[in-house]
Nanobody, 132 residues
Framework: QVQLETSGGGSVQAGGSLEVSCLAS????????VGWFRKTQGQDLEGVAA???????????SVAGQFTITKANAASRPALIITLQMNNLQPDDTAMYLC??????????????????????WGQGIQVTVSS
């Protein structure tokens, strides 16, 4: 069973940068994808970025060029660290950010991040607040 632990986030002024990380463990398939989503009150989950086991990435048009998703092997345990680097943050980027994972799949043929129903494992949300 895939387990996801989120960290990072916080508060920053407009124009600043933050990152959120997702420690993903328990994969039993060599193929997977991990996505970052965000949710604001009253809005649906918005997929902002995703990355797969082959290193393919997909970004929502609203964050392309502003957010960067990367993956790396964790140093101390068999797990992946999926990091979302967020630059030039603006107040409308304020949201709860969540990571999600799905095994035995990829981003092949996806131009944008796959939607939330296509993920079965979810981490806890982490708050990102951008003040003007």
């Amino acid at each position: 069973q895939v387990q996801l632990e989120t960290s990072g986030g916080g508060s920053v002024q407009a124009g600043g940068s933050l990152e959120v990380s997702c420690l993903a463990s328990g994969f039993t398939s060599k193929y997977y994808r991990v996505g970052w989503f965000r949710k604001t009150q009253g809005q649906d989950l918005e997929g902002v970025a995703a990355i797969d086991s082959e290193g393919r990435t997909a970004y929502a048009g609203s964050v392309a060029g502003q957010f960067t998703i990367t993956k790396a092997n964790a140093a101390s345990r068999p797990a992946l660290i999926i990091t979302l680097q967020m630059n030039n943050l603006q107040p409308d980027d304020t949201a709860m950010y969540l990571c999600a994972a799905e095994q035995s799949t990829s981003l092949l043929n996806w131009d944008e991040p796959p939607p939330s129903p296509l993920y079965s494992a979810w981490g806890q949300g982490i708050q990102v607040t951008v003040s003007s």
